[in-house]
Structures are given as structure tokens and as C-alpha cells.
């Protein structure tokens, strides 16, 4: 019997249509939370996905071996940045950990790479997000109105 539990890993070409779908959940909330019709990450594609599994530090989360949260990293080891992208939890799975979970394997991995600041934007106006991400350690940095809404580009030091 397969011992049920929750897990956090680096994704594999398997977990791509599980992170296509927790993507487009999460992402459908947050731009109704945002007040906005449409963001990026509801276009994206399959080979999309696939290109960050070769290009970036994709990983997913699971609770009892269902795939219920993901997240994207990509790192500039030049300059020891990063950027955090597609963070999402599916809705029924929130509010349980998961993804301070994933925030805490970004963090591990982000030290073990000697990483010195990511970065990552949020909507402004997205209550819930900012105040989990200030949890996390991130502070906001400066805010735009690029993709048409205000979106706080928030920021964690690991120095």
C-alpha cells in the first residue's frame, strides 16, 4: 500500500499536464481577485511548461500522490538572483501548508544555489497573496502598471 502523505519535488515531463491544470485554477482566482479579464499564465502551453522543466527549478506539490500546488523558479546565477513565477494551489488544497511548503523548498534551494535575491510580482490589490508573501520574508519593492493593473514587484534578501 502506497503511504499517503504530502511531498514536495523537482517536476518531471509526467507532471505537465497536473501543472497546466493547477496553473489555470490558480490563475482563473487570482485574476478574478485582481479584477482583471486574463493573465499570461492562463495562455500558456504545454511545450510552455516543458521548456521551464529544462530551463528552470519547476517544482510540484503533492498530497496523498495528487498533484495539488506548483511553482517556478528561474535563476540568473550571474548576478545570484532570482525570479518566482506560476505559484499556484489548487483551491480545494489551500490554507493547509502546501504552499508554505513550496515557499520553504524555493528557500533550500535558493541558499543551496547561493542565490542572493528573488524576486517575484504580484497584484497589489490581492490582499491574501501580499500578506502570505510578507510571511515569507518578501517586501515590496516597487509597484507598475505594465500589464494594465497595479502589481507589486515584491523581494526576499537571503543575505
Same mark, same amino acid.
Given at each position: 500500500m502506497d503511504k499517503l502523505g504530502f511531498? #514536495?519535488?523537482?517536476?518531471t515531463y509526467d507532471d505537465i499536464k497536473a501543472i497546466e491544470q493547477i496553473t489555470s485554477e490558480a490563475f482563473k482566482k487570482y485574476a478574478q481577485m485582481a479584477g482583471i479579464d486574463s493573465v499570461a499564465a492562463l495562455c500558456e502551453t504545454e511545450d510552455d511548461i516543458?521548456?521551464?522543466?529544462d530551463t528552470k527549478l519547476v517544482l #510540484?506539490?503533492?498530497l496523498d500522490n495528487v498533484p495539488v500546488g506548483s511553482v517556478r523558479v528561474e535563476v540568473n546565477m550571474a548576478d545570484k538572483t532570482a525570479y518566482l513565477s506560476r505559484f499556484g494551489v489548487r483551491l480545494n488544497a489551500q490554507n493547509n501548508g502546501i504552499g508554505k511548503s513550496l515557499m520553504n523548498l524555493v528557500d533550500i534551494k535558493m541558499l543551496e544555489m547561493g542565490v542572493r535575491k528573488i524576486s517575484l510580482h504580484t497584484g497589489s490589490k490581492v490582499k491574501d497573496l501580499v500578506r502570505f508573501y510578507?510571511?515569507?520574508?518578501?517586501?515590496i519593492d516597487s509597484t507598475s502598471k505594465d500589464r494594465g493593473y497595479i502589481r507589486a514587484l515584491m523581494c526576499k534578501d537571503y543575505e
Open positions: 511531498e #514536495v519535488r523537482c517536476a516543458r521548456h521551464d522543466i #510540484v506539490a503533492f510578507y510571511g515569507r520574508g518578501f517586501y
